[in-house]
């Protein structure tokens, strides 16, 4: 039988490499979509074919309920999300509401699908498995390094600490109904693919920018920020893999090597023969209120248990984001709508 899964957030850039890797391994891929003429679907539809599509939203119980109900899937999985940390200090309560609550009513839309209530658990029979897309910013002020599964959570902001919410509840549908439900503590990824708004994007961006002439400076906040980046195409098999395992348990994804915001500056630019101190503008604006300064992971429960290795180091991953925008910056008529979403 064909296995049916339905991906939250399809339209985002974890959604859509989470779709291709589903469908390649042959699963029928359904992808909620929020609004009534969402731009990004024909784009999804376009990366990904033979995609099915259900309407709904987080924000959304009924519509959720509906989603799972039409679908029927055997993994759901809940990407969908309000995902610019700085945007969540300006909209704390509707980040709060879709971030937090909305992992809520996900696991709720699977519970009264399932007919689970009251003390009746699952049976493990024909459940429906659900994936719950964490966050290292849970880990925010951080109490070690690396950081690992059982490490204390100290949220810097209110995504952090919406996620942390998320990663509690699911935890606790698992532990109380007996749901196959599962948190991936992900660390930051990144592809030619992600937001334009978040900084190894705008980093690439700037750098096929500058160096086409279309483009003199970059503005960033803080240089010193480290970070544990990898390639999301190795991260959605990650999410897969973990929906696959014989007992649900949470996981930290991560590369476990650590590079700064400088750093990768250093890389785009060396990578189009540019030297970056010419070009970079630090501006007071762009640092966050509560920073998270160091993310690590220590991914040994993931590599061990699950198998997952990942592919693509850092310099690797920077080098391709510059190629990939050197193509599409050329193509002038996008570069406006990006440079306007990597001002943040
Ligand atoms: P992304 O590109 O920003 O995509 C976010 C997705 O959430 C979009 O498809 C968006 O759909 C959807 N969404 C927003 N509000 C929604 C709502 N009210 N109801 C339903 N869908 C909604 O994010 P991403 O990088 O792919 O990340 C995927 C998930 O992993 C997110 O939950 C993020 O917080 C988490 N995460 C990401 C990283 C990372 O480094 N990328 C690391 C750890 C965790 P629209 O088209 O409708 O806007
Ligand atoms: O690229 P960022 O905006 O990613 P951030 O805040 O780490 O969040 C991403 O990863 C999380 C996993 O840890 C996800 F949960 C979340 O959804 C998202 O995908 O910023 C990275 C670092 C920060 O320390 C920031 O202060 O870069 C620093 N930075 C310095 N200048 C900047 C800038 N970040 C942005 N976006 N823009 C700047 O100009």
């Not at 300006?90 to 209530?117: C, D, F, K, P, W």
């Not at 964490?134 to 996620?163: C, D, I, N, V």
């Not at 698992?174 to 708004?197: I, Q, T």
């Not at 160091?294 to 592919?311: E, K, N, Q, Y």
Request: aromatic content about 8%; hydrophobic content about 40%; charged content about 20%.
């Amino acid at each position: 039988m064909t296995r049916r899964a339905l991906i939250t957030g399809i339209t985002g850039q974890d959604g859509s490499y989470l779709a291709e890797h589903l469908l390649a391994e042959g699963y029928q891929v359904w992808g909620l979509i929020r609004g009534q003429a969402n731009p990004r679907k024909s784009r999804i539809s376009r990366l990904a074919s033979n995609l099915s599509f259900v309407d709904g939203d987080l924000m959304d119980q009924a519509s959720l309920v509906s989603a799972i109900d039409t679908v029927q899937p055997d993994e759901v999985y809940n990407l969908g999300a309000i995902s610019f940390v700085p945007m969540s200090w300006q909209q704390a309560e509707l980040v709060t509401e879709v971030n937090g609550m909305g992992v809520l009513r996900v696991l709720e839309a699977i519970r009264m699908v399932s007919g689970l209530g009251g003390s009746q658990r699952n049976d493990g029979h024909g459940q429906i498995r659900f994936y719950q897309a964490s966050s290292s910013e849970m880990f925010g002020k951080a109490a070690e390094t690396p950081q690992r599964e059982t490490t204390l959570f100290h949220p810097r902001s209110p995504y952090g600490a919406a996620k942390a919410y998320g990663h509690f509840i699911t935890r606790n549908y698992r532990e109380s109904f007996g749901m196959y439900a599962v948190s991936g503590m992900l660390f930051n990824h990144e592809s030619p693919r992600r937001g334009a708004e978040f900084v190894t994007r705008k980093i690439s961006l700037a750098a096929a920018g500058i160096k086409l002439g279309l483009q003199d400076k970059l503005r960033l906040g803080n240089l010193s920020a480290v970070r544990d980046w990898g390639f999301a195409g190795d991260y959605v098999r990650a999410m897969h893999l973990m929906l696959q395992a014989d007992e649900p348990d949470d996981y930290v994804v991560g590369s476990g090597a650590m590079h700064s915001v400088r750093d990768a500056v250093r890389i785009a630019f060396d990578h189009v023969g540019l030297d970056w101190q010419e070009h970079v503008v630090i501006d007071p604006e762009l640092v966050r209120p509560a920073e998270v300064e160091i993310l690590c992971a220590d991914s040994h429960r993931a590599r061990g248990r699950l198998g997952w290795r990942p592919t693509v180091d850092f310099p690797a991953l920077m080098r391709m984001m510059v190629d990939a925008d050197l193509e599409q910056v050329a193509r002038e008529h996008e570069y406006g709508d990006l440079l306007l979403a990597s001002s943040w």
